[in-house]
């Protein structure tokens, strides 16, 4: 008998169902395979970087799969079409009999798998498992038996059901029988090389950060979390994205620090794991509104907006010059780190679509092309609660403001002269409008004037 354990978000062999089921029958023969997509990647935006990150980490996947004795195929081909094609032919050379893999939840993900069982041969089963997630999707419903479309009442029924029922984490299987089918070179990519921030791709490592997280800075998550000096967030992003770590994993490292800690609201463990349960939500929501995987906002009537799409300030805000100080560090440290502070999501989501009245589409496609832990669920959910067009949004004529923003979780400017050392010198009282500071002392800096005035494009919505 031979079962094949199918990658896809799920770069892990702790706490994995699909692989734990995979090696449960002692006499079977298990295989891995992974299989990249570039050209697909591509056309859905996927950042160099976060190829880059799943390059590395399947090298390492492959080491503990091997300790396993579990060898690691690797293919690449163009399509998603084209990697069914690839399982088909690989069934019949290895003579498969179950297929395993933990569920993706994006349309196109979900339309492969289901070509997939449409081409196999009828004696072959594909077992699925919802091994990214604390719940399957379209199991917390509401007394419509309809998906929430508000997330507060989502989470407690969520809650409900969950302290119930707490989830198990899943055994990292023995090593079983060796077999004589070699594994792979994980060669490189075709995709552009760039490095990627925080995150690193051995387990150890991904592990020690949260175990570390979870002892020293959950605890004061509720006051610092806004303040993006602080860097008092898990930054455990990536992982979760690529299920290097899984959120079981997460919550089993909470409970240990802080046992029942969802008896206190006000804690900083359920501050913490309450974005946990955002993150289940997205994933829930594109299952109950696949065309949210497909550019489309959450509000319908959303879609008729006249955006002023302007190309310059667009490239102006992606390059972090739009001259508003905490847009451009955000930015900045978006570019050349692969990743954003949360806080600043929101303020530089809300700059792009209400003061510059860009559709917050371009928002979302830029961020994929640079993030490391861009995932589509979180991502869209994000930049549609920004718009005012999805889920949970801000009324549309709420506005941050960026400089009140910047004032108030960067007070003295920390954060923005890290990233921007143009403003170094700026005194802390004119820190978040340098302009002003120039205008007194007659300096000449580098940094621009502001592109908008916050105050007109706000009546201008
Ligand atoms: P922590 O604060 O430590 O949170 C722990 C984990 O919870 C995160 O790692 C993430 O998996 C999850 N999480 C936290 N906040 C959210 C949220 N609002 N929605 C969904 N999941 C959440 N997150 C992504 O993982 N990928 C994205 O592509 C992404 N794009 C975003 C775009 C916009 C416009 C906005 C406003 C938010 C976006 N987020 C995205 C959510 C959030 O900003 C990041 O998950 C968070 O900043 C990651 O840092 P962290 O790991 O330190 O988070």
């Given at each position: 008998?031979?079962?094949?354990?199918?990658?896809?978000?799920?770069?892990?062999?702790?706490?994995?169902?699909?692989?734990e089921?995979?090696?449960?029958?002692?006499?079977?023969?298990?295989?891995?395979?992974?299989?990249?997509?570039?050209q697909?990647w591509?056309?859905h935006?996927?950042?160099?970087?976060?190829?880059?990150?799943?390059?590395?980490?399947?090298?390492?996947?492959q080491?503990?799969?091997?300790?396993?004795?579990?060898?690691?195929?690797f293919?690449?081909?163009?399509?998603?079409?084209?990697?069914?094609?690839?399982i088909?032919?690989?069934?019949?050379?290895?003579s498969?009999?179950?297929i395993?893999?933990?569920?993706?939840?994006?349309?196109?993900e979900?339309e492969?798998d289901?070509?997939?069982?449409?081409?196999?041969?009828?004696d072959?089963?594909?077992?699925?498992f919802?091994?990214?997630?604390?719940t399957?999707?379209?199991?917390?419903?509401?007394?419509q038996?309809?998906?929430?479309?508000?997330?507060?009442?989502?989470?407690?029924a969520?809650l409900?059901?969950?302290?119930q029922?707490?989830?198990?984490?899943?055994?990292?299987p023995?090593?079983?029988?060796?077999?004589?089918?070699k594994?792979?070179?994980?060669?490189?990519?075709?995709?552009?090389?760039?490095?990627?921030?925080?995150?690193?791709?051995?387990?150890?490592?991904?592990?020690?950060?949260?175990?570390?997280f979870?002892?020293?800075?959950?605890?004061?998550?509720?006051?610092?979390?806004?303040?993006?000096?602080?860097?008092?967030?898990?930054?455990?992003?990536?992982?979760?994205?690529?299920?290097?770590?899984?959120?079981?994993?997460?919550?089993?490292?909470?409970?240990?620090?802080?046992?029942?800690?969802?008896?206190?609201?006000?804690?900083?463990?359920?501050t913490?794991?309450?974005?946990?349960?955002?993150?289940?939500?997205?994933?829930?929501?594109i299952?109950?509104?696949?065309?949210?995987?497909?550019?489309?906002p959450?509000?319908n009537?959303?879609d008729?907006v006249?955006?002023?799409?302007?190309?310059?300030?667009?490239?102006q805000?992606k390059?972090?010059?739009?001259?508003?100080?905490?847009?451009?560090?955000?930015?900045?440290?978006?570019?050349?780190?692969?990743?954003?502070?949360?806080?600043?999501?929101m303020?530089?989501?809300?700059?792009?679509?209400?003061?510059?009245?860009?559709d917050?589409?371009?928002?979302?496609?830029?961020?994929?092309?640079?993030?490391?832990?861009?995932d589509?669920?979180?991502?869209n959910?994000?930049?549609?609660?920004?718009?005012?067009?999805?889920?949970?949004?801000?009324?549309?004529?709420?506005?941050?403001?960026?400089?009140?923003?910047?004032?108030?979780?960067?007070?003295?400017?920390?954060?923005?002269r890290?990233?921007?050392?143009?403003?170094?010198?700026?005194?802390d009282?004119?820190?978040?409008?340098?302009?002003?500071?120039s205008?007194?002392?007659?300096?000449?800096?580098?940094?621009?004037?502001?592109?908008?005035?916050?105050?007109?494009?706000?009546?201008?919505?």
């Amino acid at each position: 008998k031979t079962n094949l354990i199918w990658f896809r978000n799920d770069l892990r062999i702790m706490d994995n169902p699909a692989l734990e089921k995979a090696c449960e029958d002692k006499d079977a023969s298990v295989i891995g395979l992974y299989i990249a997509t570039p050209q697909q990647w591509k056309a859905h935006d996927m950042s160099a970087r976060q190829a880059c990150f799943i390059h590395d980490r399947l090298i390492q996947l492959q080491d503990e799969l091997d300790a396993l004795n579990i060898p690691l195929l690797f293919h690449s081909c163009d399509s998603f079409t084209d990697c069914v094609n690839v399982i088909v032919d690989l069934c019949k050379e290895y003579s498969v009999n179950q297929i395993f893999y933990n569920n993706q939840y994006e349309y196109n993900e979900r339309e492969r798998d289901y070509l997939l069982k449409g081409k196999l041969s009828p004696d072959i089963e594909c077992l699925e498992f919802d091994g990214n997630l604390f719940t399957a999707p379209l199991t917390i419903l509401n007394s419509q038996k309809q998906m929430y479309k508000i997330f507060t009442p989502f989470r407690n029924a969520f809650l409900d059901q969950f302290v119930q029922n707490i989830p198990r984490i899943y055994n990292q299987p023995k090593a079983i029988k060796k077999t004589k089918i070699k594994t792979h070179k994980i060669p490189e990519f075709d995709y552009a090389k760039q490095d990627y921030e925080f995150f690193n791709p051995n387990t150890q490592k991904a592990l020690q950060k949260l175990e570390e997280f979870c002892a020293e800075k959950v605890e004061d998550y509720a006051d610092k979390r806004n303040i993006p000096s602080l860097d008092h967030t898990s930054q455990l992003s990536a992982y979760l994205a690529l299920g290097v770590l899984s959120v079981r994993q997460c919550f089993h490292y909470l409970t240990q620090e802080h046992p029942h800690f969802w008896e206190n609201q006000k804690s900083g463990a359920f501050t913490w794991f309450n974005e946990l349960i955002w993150r289940e939500f997205y994933q829930h929501l594109i299952v109950a509104h696949p065309y949210l995987c497909k550019h489309k906002p959450f509000i319908n009537w959303t879609d008729h907006v006249k955006w002023k799409n302007n190309k310059d300030h667009f490239e102006q805000w992606k390059a972090g010059n739009t001259g508003y100080p905490i847009i451009d560090a955000a930015m900045r440290q978006l570019n050349q780190t692969g990743w954003m502070h949360n806080r600043l999501r929101m303020i530089i989501a809300s700059f792009l679509v209400k003061d510059l009245l860009i559709d917050w589409r371009w928002g979302e496609q830029y961020f994929m092309s640079q993030l490391t832990d861009g995932d589509l669920a979180a991502n869209n959910g994000g930049w549609q609660w920004a718009a005012s067009t999805g889920t949970d949004s801000t009324p549309y004529f709420r506005i941050f403001n960026p400089t009140t923003q910047g004032k108030r979780f960067d007070p003295k400017g920390e954060f923005i002269r890290q990233w921007i050392p143009e403003l170094a010198k700026v005194p802390d009282k004119f820190i978040h409008e340098p302009q002003l500071w120039s205008e007194k002392k007659g300096n000449i800096t580098e940094y621009p004037q502001p592109i908008v005035t916050h105050d007109i494009a706000k009546k201008k919505l």
